[in-house]
């Protein structure tokens, strides 16, 4: 079907993905409000765990759906949702507001699309008939 992405996945599973994609939404929003500091301590670590953080998060919006206009809605969402993490983190005194986080989850999310749309064209190349 034209705009889908080719189900590889059995369509039982993705309800399932879905309930771990909001689990993983609310857990990434609980953690980038406390007050602890989680992660790897080093230079750039806290751009690289926003990167890996958006990624997955992607890579799980992507696997719960198999249409290609919700995805790409999913990734817009996810960078709205990215900037609003930063918004409620410049309202909390031991947090910081920073475009450079939010650059971060972008390239997560652009990572992940990269990834998905090259391993599509990989791997959904079917040998087509000869006319």
């Known amino acids: 079907m034209p705009g889908n992405v ?5 369509d039982g599973l993705r309800p399932a ?3 771990l994609f909001a689990v ?4 990434v929003f609980v953690l980038s409000v406390l007050k602890v500091s989680v992660g790897p301590q080093f ?3 806290d751009k690289v765990g926003h990167a890996v953080v958006f990624f997955l998060l992607a890579a799980l919006a992507q ?3 198999a249409e290609r206009r919700v995805v790409a809605r999913l990734m817009l969402a996810l960078l709205a949702y990215g900037l609003f993490i930063e918004l409620v983190q410049a309202l909390l005194p031991w947090r910081d507001f920073s475009l450079w986080d939010w650059g971060a989850d972008g390239v997560g999310i652009a990572l992940c699309v990269a ?4 391993l599509r064209r990989r791997f959904d190349a079917s040998p087509r008939a000869a006319p």
């Open 63 to 65: 696997a719960s759906h």
């Open 43 to 45: 230079r750039f670590g």
């Open 17 to 19: 993905i879905r309930v």
């Open 115 to 118: 990834l998905a749309y090259w």
């Open 6 to 10: 080719p189900a590889r996945m059995p």
């Open 24 to 27: 993983a939404l609310v857990l």
